[in-house]
């Protein structure tokens, strides 16, 4: 059943500010221990659709949520193949908390291209105590995605957001819901919104299938008049060519490697201790049956190949932004055709994976009490995010014709 609130600050006195992650090493080695914690009852927490709350403060407490803001303003400033390794590693133990801060990564990227000296000293110290962005990007019932009726309105020295939203990833657990709405001139304007603002509401309603407890549902922003200071010109990142579209999307690619990894570490498991061999097959155990054997190598090419692209993709990506200079169109072009590839078989294991894990693990497998129906769920509703078919169009179409790809998040 669905519920309303009026989402309210944390209580700072209580809250400790966050570990600060000095570098790379360090943010891959807590990577590891945070998945390790949240592991253990992922599983239960997608049956009984319980949100993370308690898990959550323990993900960002720990800094990773930190990871990117720039040295130059104290925080670690990783590289991208490390980001999208954390990201894979916490996907891997659960998808839900893998994709949380999938959208506040590309809103620290939005202070980074956007903001003047003054907000991102502000904000990036407030990302370094650990205070993490939800999200009110999509709207239901739209033309398409870009298609917003939410209105920013500038009013004096301050902005009045109105209007309601749709997929809101991680509002439910936020410091700050930023909300994206149009100018008069349709310019898109990105408004941080405090926590307890007035007018501001997270309805919990998110009832899809996967990704059960990311609860992405909806937010209500009612004429909330929003300082200058929290308000962002989000038009910029695409105006110009920048990463963040590229960016946003190989975090999303991240995510779907990691349910793969975790879809088929479960069919090893389960083939291993439990699945029986066909009766044709002549062998005692079914981790011996020569056509399981075929299928677990197939599986296992197609995660390699899938995480090479990741890989390559973030390399890419590293590889421009170290640039001293600005990136060019066909910076960003390169790079986003080099994570359309990746997100491509991202996309394709993980369906691969969720349903193979039955086909091999048996009839047992499919029993509510293991619960390995997640992996396919997670990723068929994680992988819905934008359509891949459109990826193989956007690759062919740079590949044969030169065309660039649109710049916008899903690219």
Same mark, same amino acid.
């Given at each position: 059943?669905?519920?309303?609130?009026?989402?309210?600050?944390?209580?700072?006195?209580?809250?400790?500010?966050?570990?600060?992650?000095?570098?790379?090493?360090?943010?891959?080695?807590?990577?590891?221990?945070?998945?390790?914690?949240?592991?253990?009852?992922?599983?239960?927490?997608?049956?009984?659709?319980?949100?993370?709350?308690?898990?959550?403060?323990?993900?960002?407490?720990?800094?990773?949520?930190?990871?990117?803001?720039?040295?130059?303003?104290g925080g670690a400033g990783v590289s991208y193949r490390t980001l999208t390794e954390v990201i894979k590693i916490i996907a891997t133990a659960d998808p839900s908390l893998g994709q949380l801060p999938q959208n506040h990564l590309g809103?620290?990227?939005?202070?980074?291209?956007?903001?003047?000296?003054?907000?991102?000293?502000?904000?990036?110290?407030?990302?370094?105590?650990?205070?993490?962005?939800?999200?009110?990007?999509?709207?239901?019932?739209?033309?398409?995605?870009?298609?917003?009726?939410?209105?920013?309105? #500038? *009013?004096? =020295?301050?902005? !009045? /957001?109105?209007?309601?939203?749709?997929?809101?990833?991680?509002?439910?657990? +936020?410091?700050?819901?930023?909300?994206?709405?149009?100018?008069?001139?349709?310019?898109?304007?990105?408004?941080?919104i405090p926590a307890g603002t007035a007018g501001l509401q997270v309805v919990d309603d998110w009832s899809g299938f996967g990704q059960r407890t990311t609860a992405s549902g909806t937010v209500i922003v009612d004429q909330v008049s929003?300082?200058?200071?929290?308000?962002?010109?989000?038009?910029?990142?695409?105006?110009?060519?920048?990463?963040?579209?590229?960016?946003?999307?190989?975090?999303?690619?991240?995510?779907?490697?990691?349910?793969?990894?975790?879809?088929?570490?479960?069919?090893?498991?389960?083939?291993?201790?439990?699945?029986?061999?066909?009766?044709?097959?002549?062998?005692?155990? #079914? *981790?011996? =049956?020569?056509? !399981? /054997?075929?299928?677990?190598?197939?599986?296992?090419?197609?995660?390699?190949? +899938?995480?090479?692209?990741?890989?390559?993709?973030?390399?890419?990506?590293?590889?421009?932004?170290a640039k001293a200079t600005s990136p060019t169109e066909d910076d960003i072009a390169r790079a986003s055709v080099a994570v359309g590839e990746a997100k491509v078989l991202t996309t394709e294991v993980s369906l691969l994976a969720g349903?193979?894990?039955?086909?091999?693990?048996?009839?047992?497998?499919?029993?509510?009490?293991?619960?390995?129906?997640?992996?396919?769920?997670?990723?068929?509703?994680?992988?819905?995010?934008?359509?891949?078919?459109?990826?193989?169009?956007?690759?062919?179409?740079?590949?044969?014709?030169?065309?660039?790809?649109?710049?916008?998040?899903?690219?």
């Amino acid at each position: 059943m669905a519920t309303t609130q009026d989402i309210s600050a944390p209580d700072v006195a209580k809250k400790p500010h966050a570990h600060v992650i000095r570098d790379d090493a360090e943010a891959i080695s807590v990577a590891h221990e945070i998945a390790a914690r949240l592991a253990l009852q992922a599983s239960d927490r997608d049956r009984e659709r319980r949100l993370p709350y308690e898990e959550i403060e323990w993900f960002s407490q720990a800094g990773l949520w930190a990871i990117t803001v720039p040295r130059q303003y104290g925080g670690a400033g990783v590289s991208y193949r490390t980001l999208t390794e954390v990201i894979k590693i916490i996907a891997t133990a659960d998808p839900s908390l893998g994709q949380l801060p999938q959208n506040h990564l590309g809103l620290v990227d939005v202070i980074a291209l956007t903001g003047d000296e003054e907000q991102k000293q502000f904000f990036f110290g407030e990302i370094l105590r650990g205070k993490r962005f939800g999200n009110g990007f999509s709207e239901k019932g739209t033309k398409n995605v870009l298609d917003l009726k939410t209105r920013v309105t #500038a *009013s004096g =020295d301050a902005f !009045v /957001v109105h209007g309601t939203k749709f997929y809101s990833t991680g509002a439910l657990f +936020a410091d700050y819901v930023p909300v994206l709405g149009l100018d008069e001139d349709r310019r898109s304007w990105l408004a941080y919104i405090p926590a307890g603002t007035a007018g501001l509401q997270v309805v919990d309603d998110w009832s899809g299938f996967g990704q059960r407890t990311t609860a992405s549902g909806t937010v209500i922003v009612d004429q909330v008049s929003v300082p200058a200071s929290h308000v962002f010109p989000a038009h910029k990142v695409s105006d110009v060519p920048t990463l963040n579209g590229p960016i946003s999307q190989i975090i999303q690619a991240a995510i779907d490697a990691g349910i793969a990894r975790a879809a088929i570490a479960d069919t090893l498991a389960f083939v291993r201790e439990r699945s029986r061999p066909w009766i044709d097959s002549g062998v005692e155990r #079914a *981790s011996d =049956d020569p056509l !399981v /054997v075929r299928e677990v190598g197939h599986l296992h090419i197609q995660l390699h190949a +899938a995480e090479a692209l990741l890989e390559r993709a973030a390399l890419t990506i590293d590889e421009i932004a170290a640039k001293a200079t600005s990136p060019t169109e066909d910076d960003i072009a390169r790079a986003s055709v080099a994570v359309g590839e990746a997100k491509v078989l991202t996309t394709e294991v993980s369906l691969l994976a969720g349903e193979k894990l039955f086909e091999l693990a048996g009839t047992q497998s499919t029993l509510a009490a293991h619960n390995l129906d997640r992996h396919w769920r997670n990723a068929r509703t994680h992988t819905l995010h934008d359509p891949v078919r459109w990826k193989y169009h956007l690759i062919g179409n740079y590949y044969l014709n030169g065309i660039k790809p649109t710049r916008h998040p899903w690219n």
